[in-house]
């Protein structure tokens, strides 16, 4: 018998501990929450308008430089149909492989998985 209620005290006082301390955490969350700092009242300090002002003259350099390019060329050539040419790309010019990674895999199974708790509709028939 004593054993039991040594473990039973024990289990009453751990989870004592625990609610004492989530009590004690949301408390300490809402005096933070509380707390004014007085932040408005403060004035920017001389010293740190003029870094802004400095560090303003510094991004004026890093500016992005516009280049005109070709629609044709580089990477929109690649089946993109996000500027009207689009289409296939060539079978001599594809980079794919006959294998699917783990991570197609998963993302196909888990499309279809959702698409069926939604109650979508068989789409591909099965044979056997």
Do not use: W
């Not at 408390?27 to 303003?56: F, K, N, S």
């Not at 991004?59 to 992005?64: E, G, L, Q, R």
């Not at 060329?73 to 790309?89: N, P």
């Not at 594809?94 to 069926?116: D, F, N, S």
């Amino acid at each position: 018998g004593t054993p039991r209620r040594a473990r039973a005290h024990e289990r009453r006082s751990t989870r004592e501990r625990t609610r004492r301390r989530a009590l004690d955490r949301a408390r300490a969350m809402e005096d933070a929450e509380e707390r004014d700092y007085g932040d408005e009242d403060v004035a920017i300090d001389d010293d740190l308008a003029d870094a802004d002002a400095i560090a303003d003259d510094d991004d004026a350099d890093d500016a992005p430089t516009i280049v005109d390019s070709d629609e044709r060329a580089g990477g929109a050539r690649r089946g993109s149909t996000r500027r009207g040419g689009g289409g296939a790309v060539p079978r001599h010019e594809r980079t794919t492989t006959p294998y699917m990674t783990k991570y197609e895999r998963a993302r196909i199974l888990g499309t279809r998985a959702l698409q069926i708790s939604m109650n979508a509709p068989v789409l591909v028939q099965l044979e056997g």
